[in-house]
């Protein structure tokens, strides 16, 4: 595509001023409608700021008064044109094709041109800012309040996908004859991306479409995901804002599929329904795989998303088998805050050793754990317990942080203990 706007290479600075002089907007009114400094404001028309972030160009819409999508265009973070994947796969289909081929075609494609970026816990593990998390989850619970699901365990996804007015519009399929054609030119490519095309969203007609070959678990998590972009808005603006020649940047497309993730977890934990429950007792894998029942979310994604909120002093490795060889992929590691506030694990890297020796016992399959004796950042002794599980996906250990001798000595003196004869929950 020819850049015919001559402002296309001065960058989005230049070209919001000429629209704000065109509107005859003050600088300062126009930093205050958009809740930014408007120092920044004025370093950014003057083009001193390369590429400002997609947070701050949602803000910046509202300021100047332009659809969000038209900011992220003039910053560059979409891409225009099809790419050589695309333009080779349709014009070896060729025009003959319905509707919904192409738009499981166009699907199928964004896949494979992002490869491995399909999202899974697994292959996006990025961790999103705090005040990012508390955004999603306030999108999350007004959705689950609208659909009158709110503290519904395990949510109605039928009953929310309702109130947002999406239509469940069917599984994505590939016939026999298709993935043979498409195997002739992409050869095994095909059958990895098929494997890892899990679902897809189509905005303008407010269709969610689900790989019907996944397992239970994976399609309530998948259509959680494809409602999450729904129902954070400025994805919900974005994407219908693309169209066959305009694609997300694929650092920024990797961040919305996590952002798109955390609103899944969000809807199925109940907001923080799940923590609540698994904090009324001592963590163990039992009271974890009981959750992961009454909540139906899958047993990993259950322990990860109950380490990384609860109050207790937790530590959770996770090593994912690969989807086509089985073989088990360099672990993860979630702590809760508590622990890594004592423990330092993550910052340090400190218990690699111990975390790998501890899946390898646990792939063994040993029946029982000793508790671990480990220092933490202040050099005191502490015990661990130790928990495992393997699923059909991932093998699971647990760590949690036994009260030691001293710490319950000292629980009298603390402000905080509640009298010996109450008990809370
Ligand atoms: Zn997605």
């Known amino acids: 595509m020819s850049k015919e706007d001559p402002a296309d290479t001065a960058g989005v600075g230049p070209r919001l001023r000429e629209l704000r002089e065109e509107k005859d907007l003050g600088l300062r009114e126009v930093a205050k409608k958009a809740g930014v400094n408007h120092g920044y404001l004025s370093q950014l028309e003057r083009g001193d700021v390369a590429q400002p972030a997609p947070a701050i160009l949602q803000k910046l819409a509202r300021g100047y008064d332009v659809p969000f999508p038209v900011l992220m265009d003039w910053a560059g973070y979409i891409e225009s044109g099809l790419s050589a994947n695309h333009e080779r796969a349709l014009s070896y289909l060729g025009e003959e094709i319905d509707d919904k081929e192409l738009e499981l075609v166009r699907a199928f494609l964004d896949a494979i041109r992002s490869q491995g970026a399909t999202f899974s816990l697994a292959s996006l593990d990025g ?9 999603i989850r306030r999108y999350v619970l007004a959705l689950l309040r609208q659909a009158d ?7 109605p996804l039928g009953q929310v996908m309702e109130a947002a007015e999406l239509v469940a519009a069917g599984e994505m399929t ?3 004859e298709e993935r043979r054609k498409l195997r002739h030119r992409f050869g095994d490519l095909v059958d990895q991306v098929w494997s890892k095309l899990q679902g897809a969203i189509h905005f303008r007609a407010r269709e969610v479409w689900i790989n019907p070959e996944m397992y239970p678990l994976r399609k309530r998590f998948v259509l959680g995901h494809e409602i999450g972009h729904y129902v954070l808005p400025e994805h919900r603006e974005l994407f219908a804002y693309l169209d066959d020649k305009k694609r997300l940047r694929p650092d920024i497309r990797d961040l919305y599929e996590r952002q798109a993730n955390q609103a899944a977890i969000e809807l199925l934990a109940q907001g923080d329904r799940l923590r609540r429950e698994a904090d009324d007792s001592p963590l163990t894998m039992d009271v974890i795989d009981g959750l ?3 909540f139906r979310i899958s047993m990993q994604a259950t322990a990860r998303r109950i380490v990384e909120e609860t ?7 996770i090593s994912f088998r690969g989807s086509s060889t089985g073989m088990l992929m360099p672990h993860h590691l979630y702590c809760s805050e508590s622990f890594e506030k004592r423990f330092r694990w993550k910052m340090t890297g400190s218990a690699e050793t111990l975390i790998r020796q501890s899946l390898a016992a646990a792939i063994e399959g040993a029946e029982q754990y000793e508790p671990l004796l480990v220092t933490d950042s202040h050099g005191r002794g502490s015990a661990l317990a130790v928990d495992a599980v393997q699923t059909p996906r991932a093998v699971l250990v647990l760590f949690r942080a036994l009260p030691t001798r001293s710490r319950i000595l000292q629980r009298p003196h603390s402000w905080s203990s509640a009298p010996a004869t109450t008990v809370t929950h």
């Open 292 to 294: 992961a029942g009454r």
């Open 174 to 176: 590939l016939h026999a």
């Open 311 to 317: 109050r207790q002093d937790c530590a959770l490795a």
């Open 127 to 135: 961790e999103l800012p705090g005040e990012e998390l508390a955004r």
């Open 149 to 155: 699901s709110l503290g519904e365990v395990p949510t």
